[in-house]
């Protein structure tokens, strides 16, 4: 239990403390820079800048930071997770270590008062959507209260976390080099509708959806999010099987429903090219078995006995 615990001597250093400081600045600045469009208008090419930005950079939060990083749900060479952390930070999604701080809490303490950004608590409603969405990254649970020993012991992600700040204005340096002020626009309007569509695996997916899967939360299976966030949205089986390299299943009436997870599919994509091995996926037993409802009788697929 927490309250057990011996008091914690400070998790990390006053350079690291200012460094983390330095995210708050970075969602606001993306958040005003988004108007840039508004003066510049958006050609076919900016837009076309906006989309791919958004889809590479949510394969890194999704695919390397989340499900590689945070949960090992597959292997991968370290090049593979040092460059996808790189492309992840460029998101503005903060370092590895300070992302997988949060997402470790996020999942021990899941809609409890220790959850970083429970739509539940501290607050419930409408203000406990907007905690979960925005709320809790500009207030003082933007810093992380311990950080991951696995991370920190290796330097190159050390360097990214304390760094995560580079890849980010990089981008941005790049974009207005590509086409000035407009895809300067482009790339922060980019970056906060990731940045949103993120945050709603935090919101909506413990708000709005389905539950095939027991779990003691109340993560969704939620399909607008899992179309925007490119399959993190199936977040009750994530729940359920947090090692899982796959989240787009359900269960309907008593049969395992794969379901489209583009993260996935990159995953696939990057064993196709040799870069990821032991894939780590549920068995049809192992996911009958967490069914929230009552398989049925007519079920094809065999019951675990121990049911
Ligand atoms: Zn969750
Ligand atoms: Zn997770």
Known sequence: MLENRPARKKPYSTLTFFSYLLGMPQIIL??????LVLQTGLSWGS???IVFLYLIRMLATTGIYHRLLTHKSYQAPAIVLWLGCIVGASAGQM????????????HQYVDQAQDPHSPYTPAKGMKGFLWSQIGWLLSPRFFPDRLPADVERDV???????LHFLPLFALGGLSYYIGGLEYLGAFFLSTTLLFHGVQTVNSLSHLFGKRPFVTDDHSRNNGFV??????EGWHNLHHAFQASSRQGITLRQGKVVYLPDPTFWFIQLLQGLGLASRLRVPTERELLASAAAPIPPTSTLEVPSTR
């Open 95 to 106: 370092g590895p270590s300070w992302w997988k701080a949060h997402h470790v809490n996020h």
């Open 47 to 49: 837009v076309g800048w």
């Open 30 to 35: 993306c958040h005003i820079g988004s108007l």
């Open 226 to 231: 899992a179309l925007i966030t490119l399959g």
């Open 156 to 162: 190159v992600l050390r360097v990214i976390d304390r």
